[in-house]
């Protein structure tokens, strides 16, 4: 089929409910994709539209009733395209001034590229860039009318995408090629620093290939410099290698082995990071004194605390101050007894708070008192312009994982705050604070409606856009997350969801949302996702781009074969042990 081959014509429809498209005959309907972009002539304007469903029609009843014989080919193309027909529902997502479409089915010798200029594009060769000539802009408007009856369809040539998504190497804008279509060779951007400035997510069922993903693009904001990462990596898959998916054990590059002067990592477990090859972690523990009441009740349901136990643990620290732990946990029985007498506590509520708090002790990072700021440490590599990695190794039970994410990001939270109030009152821009973005996995357990309010990434979620600090929230089941934190998610990155319920909340606070619920159902299980929101003009389906070694070149990192030979061999033999191999 030729690009600039017509599909088919517009036949009926509506502003809210999209439009119906049928087939011409020579157009088979099972080359028609859900997901796949297509471009719509209008008279006077040109609409982007991604195909929402395919149907089959029929002229008469009285084909369905007596339809031909399977082995009566001659019938069957005797009926087809008049009797027999296609039909496919579009969805317009933008639409802007008609230009003369060239014979490539594009926007002719001088089409619009993605910052609004007239351009001569060559042929797209993977994620190369393309020439560009400068002439009058032209602006991308959201869909407010529809095309006329008859109008004719076309499949979306490179420079179509081009229009609407960039490219890589545009020298005005971040951009980071995160895939391509469907059914094309040519890169599809985020604008990484639209994607920053609001909090974003990651979703997707189990094996699905979000930390691929996650990995994917934080080595594009790191790449850029769109801003400094800390995140806390639950399973060891970001800081210096990871397991590759498929049947075969081989592992993958790492973040500090893409950019080793840029990232720097920190280590809950120093003993299973030394044991996975990992040479310059620098240790991080947590103190009792570090933490407050605000982080027991984020783990309340995994200590088992009640309601009752909390509101006392705020009158211990009231009268303690930062060493109520310490001090509650060598109380005897008379001492509780008398404290309560005192200072109107519950003894039986105290005692239970005492029993269920020797749990923290087990947590290896956790120590009585530290004479390091090791936290402080975290932020100063931040204010350096470092990205952060926080690894747990084997302590990524829930427990551990979500008091040492709270614990260090509240501090961080509190430091943000403060610099921004600094900033606004100097407006002197060496007082800006760094653009900061949080990776934090299994999020709707921080952020569950029961918990979202009282939680600093509530917090961060929904205010701290105004302090320079945003979240990347890495989860499966994203209806577990409060609707109100859902609807301030700026970028929306999905993978394959089968749940209704997580249908649902993907397309919480989206406009025309329900047209692209069949798309998502309906993505394959591996290296496809459904990607919208602040950082794409337009919702789009890609196929994500690989994490190998041609993207190691792309991103300008190490060779595998450039690092020392004992270096490899004993990271990888390590990771082979430690995951049973």
Same mark, same amino acid.
């Given at each position: 089929?030729?690009?600039?081959?017509?599909?088919?014509?517009?036949?009926?429809?509506?502003?809210?409910?999209?439009?119906?498209?049928?087939?011409?005959?020579?157009?088979?309907?099972?080359?028609?994709?859900?997901?796949?972009?297509?471009?719509?002539?209008?008279?006077?304007?040109?609409?982007?539209?991604?195909?929402?469903?395919?149907?089959?029609?029929?002229?008469?009843?009285?084909?369905?009733?007596?339809?031909?014989?399977?082995?009566?080919?001659?019938?069957?193309?005797?009926?087809?395209?008049?009797?027999?027909?296609?039909?496919?529902?579009?969805?317009?997502?933008?639409?802007?001034?008609?230009?003369?479409?060239?014979?490539?089915?594009?926007?002719?010798?001088?089409?619009?590229?993605?910052?609004?200029?007239?351009?001569?594009?060559?042929?797209?060769?993977?994620?190369?860039?393309?020439?560009?000539?400068?002439?009058?802009?032209?602006?991308?408007?959201?869909?407010?009318?529809?095309?006329?009856?008859?109008?004719?369809?076309?499949?979306?040539?490179?420079?179509?995408?081009?229009?609407?998504?960039?490219?890589?190497?545009?020298?005005?804008?971040?951009?980071?090629?995160?895939?391509?279509?469907?059914?094309?060779?040519?890169?599809?951007?985020?604008?990484?620093?639209? *994607?920053? /400035?609001?909090?974003? %997510?990651?979703?997707?069922?189990?094996?699905?290939?979000?930390?691929? $993903? !996650? =990995? @994917?693009?934080?080595?594009?904001?790191?790449?850029?410099?769109?801003?400094?990462?800390?995140?806390?990596?639950?399973?060891?898959?970001?800081?210096?290698?990871?397991?590759?998916?498929?049947?075969?054990?081989?592992?993958?590059?790492?973040l500090r082995q893409l950019f080793p002067g840029q990232v720097q990592m920190f280590t809950l477990d120093p003993e299973a990071t030394q044991r996975r090859g990992v040479r310059d972690a620098q240790e991080l523990y947590i103190s009792?004194?570090?933490?407050?009441?605000?982080?027991?009740?984020?783990?309340?349901?995994?200590?088992?605390?009640?309601?009752?136990?909390?509101?006392?643990?705020?009158?211990?620290?009231?009268?303690?101050?930062?060493?109520?732990?310490?001090?509650?946990?060598?109380?005897?029985?008379?001492?509780?007894?008398? *404290?309560? /007498?005192?200072?109107? %506590?519950?003894?039986?509520?105290?005692?239970?708070?005492?029993?269920? $708090? !020797? =749990? @923290?002790?087990?947590?290896?990072?956790?120590?009585?008192?530290?004479?390091?700021?090791?936290?402080?440490?975290?932020?100063?590599?931040?204010?350096?312009?470092?990205?952060?990695?926080?690894?747990?190794?084997?302590?990524?039970?829930?427990?551990?994982?979500?008091?040492?994410?709270?614990?260090?990001?509240?501090?961080?939270?509190?430091?943000?705050?403060?610099?921004?109030?600094?900033?606004?009152?100097?407006?002197?821009?060496?007082?800006?604070?760094?653009?900061?973005?949080?990776?934090?996995?299994?999020?709707?357990?921080?952020?569950?409606?029961?918990?979202?309010?009282?939680?600093?990434?509530?917090?961060?979620?929904?205010?701290?856009?105004?302090?320079?600090?945003?979240?990347?929230?890495?989860?499966?089941?994203?209806?577990?997350?409060?609707?109100?934190?859902?609807?301030?998610?700026?970028?929306?990155?999905?993978?394959?969801?089968?749940?209704?319920?997580?249908?649902?909340?993907?397309?919480?606070?989206?406009?025309?949302?329900?047209?692209?619920?069949?798309?998502?159902?309906?993505?394959?299980?591996?290296?496809?996702?459904?990607?919208?929101?602040?950082?794409?003009?337009?919702?789009?389906?890609?196929?994500?781009?690989?994490?190998?070694?041609?993207?190691?070149?792309?991103?300008?990192?190490?060779?595998?074969?450039?690092?020392?030979?004992?270096?490899?061999?004993?990271?990888?033999?390590?990771?082979?042990?430690?995951?049973?191999?």
């Amino acid at each position: 089929m030729g690009m600039s081959q017509p599909l088919g014509s517009v036949i009926q429809g509506s502003l809210s409910q999209g439009l119906e498209v049928r087939l011409h005959p020579d157009i088979s309907v099972e080359d028609m994709r859900v997901g796949k972009f297509l471009v719509v002539q209008g008279r006077r304007s040109q609409f982007f539209c991604m195909l929402t469903d395919v149907t089959l029609g029929t002229g008469s009843q009285r084909i369905l009733a007596h339809p031909p014989e399977p082995s009566n080919l001659f019938l069957q193309e005797v009926l087809a395209g008049t009797g027999t027909y296609g039909t496919i529902n579009l969805t317009p997502m933008l639409m802007f001034t008609q230009q003369e479409r060239g014979e490539d089915g594009g926007m002719g010798s001088e089409g619009v590229n993605g910052k609004g200029q007239r351009a001569k594009g060559k042929k797209n060769e993977g994620y190369a860039s393309m020439e560009v000539q400068s002439s009058a802009d032209v602006e991308l408007l959201p869909v407010k009318t529809i095309p006329a009856h008859f109008s004719q369809v076309y499949d979306a040539s490179d420079r179509d995408f081009r229009i609407i998504f960039g490219w890589e190497d545009d020298p005005h804008r971040r951009n980071f090629a995160i895939g391509q279509p469907i059914d094309m060779e040519v890169p599809v951007c985020l604008d990484l620093d639209r *994607f920053v /400035e609001r909090s974003n %997510g990651i979703f997707g069922k189990s094996g699905t290939g979000k930390s691929f $993903l !996650t =990995r @994917l693009l934080l080595a594009g904001t790191i790449q850029r410099g769109a801003a400094v990462n800390l995140i806390f990596d639950m399973h060891s898959e970001y800081g210096w290698e990871a397991v590759s998916e498929g049947k075969q054990f081989s592992t993958v590059k790492g973040l500090r082995q893409l950019f080793p002067g840029q990232v720097q990592m920190f280590t809950l477990d120093p003993e299973a990071t030394q044991r996975r090859g990992v040479r310059d972690a620098q240790e991080l523990y947590i103190s009792f004194d570090q933490i407050d009441v605000e982080d027991l009740n984020l783990v309340r349901g995994e200590l088992n605390l009640s309601e009752a136990s909390l509101e006392n643990a705020i009158i211990l620290r009231n009268e303690f101050g930062k060493s109520w732990i310490n001090r509650l946990l060598t109380m005897t029985n008379e001492e509780i007894q008398e *404290f309560c /007498e005192t200072k109107m %506590g519950s003894k039986s509520s105290i005692m239970a708070l005492q029993r269920k $708090l !020797t =749990r @923290l002790a087990d947590i290896k990072y956790m120590k009585a008192a530290s004479g390091t700021n090791y936290i402080q440490q975290i932020l100063a590599a931040i204010d350096d312009g470092k990205h952060v990695v926080v690894e747990f190794g084997s302590q990524s039970n829930m427990l551990a994982y979500m008091l040492a994410t709270n614990v260090i990001a509240r501090r961080i939270h509190a430091s943000y705050v403060k610099k921004a109030d600094r900033y606004l009152q100097t407006k002197n821009v060496v007082d800006r604070p760094r653009q900061l973005m949080i990776t934090i996995e299994e999020a709707h357990r921080f952020l569950d409606p029961a918990t979202a309010r009282q939680t600093i990434f509530g917090t961060i979620a929904r205010e701290m856009r105004k302090y320079f600090v945003t979240l990347l929230v890495v989860d499966q089941r994203p209806s577990g997350i409060d609707n109100e934190v859902m609807s301030q998610i700026g970028t929306r990155i999905t993978a394959l969801l089968n749940d209704e319920k997580d249908i649902d909340a993907i397309f919480t606070g989206v406009s025309g949302g329900q047209s692209l619920r069949s798309v998502l159902a309906k993505l394959d299980s591996k290296q496809q996702a459904l990607v919208l929101g602040h950082a794409v003009p337009m919702p789009v389906v890609v196929r994500t781009r690989p994490y190998d070694s041609t993207f190691y070149t792309q991103v300008g990192a190490t060779a595998w074969e450039e690092l020392p030979d004992e270096v490899v061999f004993k990271a990888s033999e390590l990771a082979r042990a430690d995951l049973g191999f």
